[in-house]
């Protein structure tokens, strides 16, 4: 199974901007000193997780996998993260990066069906 470039340049962004997302929406969720911790810590700690566990062979990745994961798990962070990150896009009325933000994470998933079917099988 191959990923092409444009797919793997499109899943950068997403994530990228995933993680932004995830680090606007943490700043609500405290004050002060803390506002700004949860901010950064969020968004860092969802990367850790995302670069840490994975499924070996992963075509979206180098083929290594610090902590190998089973495909579902995998999936199930990816979908946490991406869907997690539309849904507080949307709670915050952010439509104009929400709407062209979920169209790519469709996009990006229509485009590499095999690498999903291959995730659910592992």
Do not use: N, Y
């Not at 901007?17 to 911790?37: I, K, N, T």
């Amino acid at each position: 199974m191959k990923i092409r470039g444009w797919q793997l340049a499109l899943r950068f962004a997403l994530e990228i901007g995933a993680l932004v997302a995830w680090g606007f929406a943490a700043r609500r969720w405290a004050a002060g000193a803390a506002e700004l911790a949860l901010a950064l810590a969020v968004p860092i700690a969802l990367a850790a997780l995302w670069g840490t566990f994975a499924v070996r062979d992963d075509p979206t990745r180098s083929g290594r996998a610090p902590v190998p994961t089973p495909g579902p798990l995998r999936l199930a962070l990816e979908l946490f993260v991406l869907a997690g990150a539309a849904v507080l896009l949307a709670h915050d009325h952010h439509w104009l990066a929400c709407a062209p933000f979920c169209a790519g994470v469709v996009v990006h998933h229509l485009g590499t069906l095999d690498r999903l079917r291959w995730l659910v099988r592992q």
